[in-house]
């Protein structure tokens, strides 16, 4: 958020276009506020399939596995994502 932030000072264009759209809908509040809404159904998504596994019930087994394994490779992906912005801006 805060490189988008910074980049949209600098005048650059949004180069995602569903970023772009809320940016431009609604600035960084929507785009801040969508981020959490997803965040919170990841949450939501363990948080249901472990209390069904608590219960005993198989399936959500792998419901939980996935999901965790998703939530594990957004983490990676966004650190990879943080890391680029960080090159980015010092080359500017």
Do not use: Y
Request: hydrophobic content about 60%; some cysteine.
């Amino acid at each position: 958020m805060a490189t988008t932030a910074v980049d949209n000072s600098r005048g650059t264009v949004e180069s995602m276009a569903m970023s772009a759209h809320l940016l431009n809908q609604g600035g960084l509040a929507l785009m801040l506020g969508a981020k959490m809404l997803l965040t919170a159904a990841a949450a939501a998504a363990l948080g249901l399939a472990a209390f069904r596994i608590k219960q005993g019930a198989p399936a959500p087994r792998i419901t939980f596995r996935f999901a965790l394994m998703a939530v594990q490779a957004a983490t990676i992906g966004l650190v990879w994502v943080c890391l680029s912005n960080v090159a980015l801006l010092s080359s500017l």
